[in-house]
């Protein structure tokens, strides 16, 4: 027991959580630790979690447990992480920058619920398993072009792009502006990393995000940050369908159905509450620039 949560401890340092976030978590990890079955449990599914040839069943392996179980397991398993990193030689502000996510994750999870823990689990799989690595401002994750999964790419793009063609999938987490110059920064910083330590050649960068809302067009200044971030994918294409996936990102705890009720604190949540009730629709789309 005091192995394993001695191990808890040294991993949670990583956290930037308030202090009352802090004490609540210790608090339930030393109850799970206490507990024969609980602790042998964690260890289980940590061992799974991290085994890159498992495929993991998030529902399953969580079924019925509470999010300070699965803060608790998550936090074990950035054992597995550091290793991988260590193994490739990764610098440490990488692995550093790249577990900030946990952080963001248990806060935004206290934000839905009231109560700490961890409920994002396939979402941080990746990071785990050495999949996905923030490199300034975005994370990046390995993946190759497969059209037939998205709406309507171009022509253009289809010339520029084939099926399997290796790029990088841009991730925007949670935490900050979101600076033309820190993204470009961003790019620069994949270009050097992917090749020189994961021996991984790629063709562009790819990003598929609520962020490529058409309606942001209209809604939203020219000098906005999310405008040009949109215009930094020049191949860039709307999905068809409404998506309204944006408001966990820009409310909490707001749908579509709720939207009357949803603070407009700043601009750009008004302009997005006044373009629902006006009948406005949401949607989420794709783009690519090449490397």
């Known amino acids: 027991m005091n192995e394993l949560f001695e191990k808890y401890k040294k991993y949670s340092e990583y956290y930037n959580l308030c202090d009352d976030g802090k004490k609540v978590l210790l608090e339930a990890v030393e109850k799970i630790c206490a507990d024969e079955n609980l602790h042998a449990e964690a260890v289980a599914i940590k061992n799974r979690l991290a085994d890159v040839s498992f495929n993991f069943d998030c529902a399953a392996e969580f079924k019925g447990k509470s999010a300070q179980f699965g803060a608790f397991v998550y936090t074990l398993a950035i054992e597995d992480m550091e290793k991988i990193y260590k193994e490739k030689n990764i610098p440490q502000d990488i692995f550093d920058d790249t577990l900030s996510d946990w952080t963001e994750w248990i806060n935004k999870h206290h934000d839905w619920t009231g109560e700490w823990g961890f409920s994002e689990y396939t979402w941080l799989i990746h990071h ?31 010339l520029a792009l084939k099926n399997g063609d290796r790029f990088l999938s841009v991730h925007i987490p949670r935490g900050g502006k979101l600076y033309e110059s820190d993204c470009l920064e961003s790019f620069e910083r994949a270009k050097e990393f992917f090749p020189e330590y994961l021996n991984y050649d790629f063709k562009a960068f790819g990003c598929f995000t609520w962020l490529f809302d058409p309606a942001f067009e209209k809604l939203l200044p020219p000098d906005s940050n999310i405008i040009k971030f949109q215009n930094l994918f020049p191949m860039r294409w709307p999905y068809e369908r409404e998506d ?3 408001l966990n990102y820009i409310f909490v705890n707001i749908t579509k159905e709720n939207i009357k009720d949803a603070p407009t604190d700043t601009y750009f949540r008004k302009k997005i509450v006044e373009h629902i009730l006006s009948g406005g629709t949401m949607r989420c789309g794709g783009g690519y620039r090449l490397a």
């Open 244 to 246: 309204y996936g944006g």
């Open 128 to 158: 785990i398993r050495g999949r996905i690595f923030k490199l300034g401002r975005l994370q990046f994750e390995m993946a190759t072009v497969k059209f037939e999964e998205w709406d309507s790419p171009s022509e253009e793009l289809k």
